[in-house]
């Protein structure tokens, strides 16, 4: 079975830093490019941060500075450094596996729709 756990979340002040991490089983991580997602509450979940096969990354604009995403495929697992947490970055993140990505283009990483595993997500809350 095909699993994607997160891990990591919690209540951070703004300004502060969290690292997720994102442990696959069933499935080698080294097969896929990976991506975390953000989901603000009461929007629309987005992709802010992905990471080909070759460790080229695809960061949106809104996190350049701020977030990195690194792989350890020996251990299967993905993860997101966030530093310099604002009250906007509260919400849920989910990590999720595409398909396999070399190189500085990767059309589409941004859509839902070119990522077929997901974790089940976890909770990061931004508050003093």
């Known amino acids: 079975q095909q699993q994607f756990v997160e891990s990591g979340g919690g209540l951070v002040q703004p300004g502060g830093s969290l690292r997720l991490s994102c442990k696959a089983s069933?499935?080698?991580?080294?097969?896929?490019?990976i991506a975390w997602f953000h989901q603000a509450p009461g929007k629309e979940r987005e992709a802010i941060i992905c990471i080909g096969n070759d460790n080229y990354t695809y960061p949106a604009d809104h996190v350049v500075g701020r977030f990195t995403i690194a792989r350890d495929d020996a251990e299967n697992t993905a993860y997101l450094q966030m530093n310099s947490l604002k009250a906007e970055d509260t919400g849920i993140y989910y990590c999720a596996a595409g398909p396999w990505v070399a190189g500085p283009i990767f059309p589409g990483w941004e859509r839902s729709s070119a990522y077929r595993y997901w974790g089940q997500g976890t909770q990061v809350t931004v508050s003093s």
């Open positions: 069933g499935f080698p991580l080294d097969d896929h490019a």
